[in-house]
């Protein structure tokens, strides 16, 4: 499957990029920031971050995670029945092994629309006001973190992602290089943070298979360049951002998503490995039993007034 349209190897070669990571060493409420690049420090320097960013709780999956199991059966629908009186004409059609029946059938008498309601008169906006503040205080907004990511794999080396992030608001798209396979970070809709906040996550991704896109292309007589991607200290899943840091709020946020990866990788791995199950026995089921087509009946009345005929008697 070929990459999403995250790498451009010139940027990558010239961009900064500032990694992060959590250390056992630590405490909370530090980051670990290291520059690469040749004039990076002999060892990394600690800096403080921001309020918004310090960890006080750890980070964890909210609801059910997607593990393959599949939903329970929808209930059966209720069929609709026309009566035999009330079928006006009816046309028959073969196409693809099925019957199609269409039918005209007497008009139903559907309920009328209902009247819009007016609103109230007596509704107090200043005291609305401020109960609406009250409950912003105490129920603080759920971020979402809308991400696109690239995982390459490769025998000789682990896995690696390339991840944008598109935050809300007036700030830019934040990439950085991941040592967690983001892959993982799917079949969840939100989690609790690092700093206890709740998010909601959206992602899209895709996987990259270098050593097969190095072959293709040297079937072809091409050169594979593939990206540049920053080394990673082994132990927990760390980050290195692309170019300059983002704002604190962006930090916290995937600063939760690795403490998130690294906190639930087992649960998250397991997880992964049964959909993955489930889509390779759900492609043997449709190979074994294909689909067969259905027999389908349409049913249709007229309610447009007919136009009135020329000359013809008031």
Known sequence: MKALPLVWAAVMATAASVCSQEAASTSPGALIVGRAGPAAASTPTVSPVAPSAVIHTTAHILGNLSDGTPPPPAPPKIPFIVPRQDILATTIHQQGGRTITIQKIKPIALPSMPEP???????????????????????????????????????????????????????????????????????????????????????????????????????????????????????????????????????????????????????????YEGRQRANLQREADLKAHPPQPKNIVLNYWRTETPAPVKGAAK
């Open 117 to 271: 309601g007016l609103p109230a008169s007596d509704v107090d906006v200043a005291a609305f006001v401020v109960r609406a503040a009250a409950y912003r205080a105490t129920h603080p907004s759920i971020e979402l973190i809308c991400a696109g990511a690239t995982v390459y794999h490769s025998k000789t080396s682990p896995a690696r992602s390339l991840v944008r992030i598109w935050p809300y608001g007036d700030e830019e798209p934040v990439d950085f290089w991941s040592s967690a396979d983001f892959g993982y970070l799917s079949g969840f809709p939100s989690f609790i943070g690092s700093d206890g906040n709740a998010r909601s996550l959206f992602m899209m991704w895709t996987n990259a298979d270098m050593d097969r896109e190095a072959r293709s292309k040297s079937m072809r007589g091409l050169t594979y360049n593939p990206p540049e991607i920053p080394e990673f200290p082994a132990g927990p899943a760390s980050f290195a951002f692309v170019g300059k840091l983002p704002s604190d709020r962006i930090i916290a946020s995937v600063q939760s998503l690795h403490d998130l990866y690294n906190n639930e990788f087992g649960r998250l791995k397991a997880a």
